[in-house]
């Protein structure tokens, strides 16, 4: 089968994105299935485009997207996508929409497919920082999310999919005071959301 997996790059203060770093160095392959890696812009109007691209052309059963939520302290998967784009700041080609919708003629809001309780269950077997997430926000992150789940629906596509935020990671920019995962531990974490999904 084929797994679609998307980060985000750099935006506002955040020189880097630990989800891009993750799409760098998480393997092309896991247990024989195929993972597709994309960064994708962190802009309102064109960061769905080449997911559609991936999910037309690959077909994936899997579809997980990450973002990075600054001062989150834990891996944290999404539990639902609203129908609403405001945001205080721009993203990084100036939109700054203000209580707009993503489709004026959608859904309010989509759950997440993906199995957060077991997903839940197995980061804390290992001790890796995990919550469930009541709100993805309403910057792109959560756009994208209900951009994907609104997609699959559209056109029937039986995959296990949805949103996951990680925190700042140690290598980057932070400040003392702020939570952060070294990079590998969130990379382990990924890998067993992945494996949760399979
Ligand atoms: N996080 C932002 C957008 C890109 C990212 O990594 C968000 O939470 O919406």
Redesign the pocket.
Known sequence: MNILLT??GA?LN?DE?P?EEIMKIFPISIYGNKVIKLVLP?DFNNAFDQVKEAIDEFKPEIIIN????RGRKAITPERVAINVNDSKQSDNVGNAPQDETINPNGLNAYFTKLPLKKIVEKLNQKSIPVSISNT??T?????IMYRVLEYIDQIDLDAVAGFV?VPLMTEQKHNDDEFTLPLNTILEGVIDIVKCCL
């Not at 990450?66 to 939520?69: D, I, P, R, T």
């Open positions: 980060g985000f935006f955040n994105n989800t962190v990450f973002g990075l939520a993805a926000g910057y792109v992150c959560n756009n935020h």
